[in-house]
């Protein structure tokens, strides 16, 4: 059984990225659990938390929450009569943060899966977006579904680095399991500047990787561009991506096509599924 956290906050983007859960693992059995955090910061009203009632307040709050998503799970079963999927609804009173990672320690969760409202969702992170939070403090998988992305089975990932990693089985299994499940070409992208070669250790680097796709279709992609995440949109257009991964320990690579901030030219953010890995 995989375990799969859907954290919801009950809007559109949240319930695009439910739905596309659902339909990436329609053939898998999972433990579905739909997760919302209830914010601390619901029991302080300007400068003065009343402690008195603290305690009420808080099973007022929670019980609200609880109620409502159980309203949700009713919902998405509704939706969804795949008899290999088990929904679980789980409410904390709690940051949002702390608790996906408490959910991800507790229920043994393979993968995170959540949704963004694209470019300017993502570019927030510095000032504390939700998912760009979690994709970045929180040391599990995560799929970020884009607020336009709809679920088509990916025929075409696009693995972007530069080399700079010793890559290994574990950290790169989830990206093989999901490219042999859906019979998908791995396109390893390497975007440089004009001139650039790689060193002996990038060289390196780049051999193990093959060795490790090896029972993969896969293919080497070099791209020439000053501008990393104007390389990854013309790659993604012209081969017709559908999914973009990364490694997120990569982080100045990662954060340049991730988190820039939106260029009008730019499109994968509001379109494409994002897989970050963690170690």
Known sequence: MKNILLPTDYSENSLNAIRYAISFFRKTRCNFFLFNAVPISTLISGDMVYAANTIQLEKTITESAKLKMKNLVKRIEKEDYNPKHNFVSLVEYDHLVSGIKHM????????????????????????????????????????????????????????????????????????????????AMIRVLHVSRRDEVLSQEQKENKELLGEYLKDIDHHFHSVTNKKLEAAVECFVQSREVQMIAMIAKNLNFFQQILFKPTIEEISYHTKVPFLVLHE
């Open 104 to 183: 991800v320690a507790d229920k043994n969760i393979d993968l995170i899966v959540m949704g963004t409202k694209g470019a300017s969702g993502l570019k927030e992170v510095v000032l504390g977006s939700n998912t760009g939070s979690v994709i970045t403090r929180v040391q599990s998988n995560v799929l970020v579904i884009p607020e336009e992305a709809k679920f088509i089975p990916p025929e075409e990932i696009a693995f972007a680095t530069d080399y700079n990693l010793l890559y290994n089985a574990k950290i790169l299994d989830p990206l093989l399991e999901i490219a042999k499940k859906n019979e």
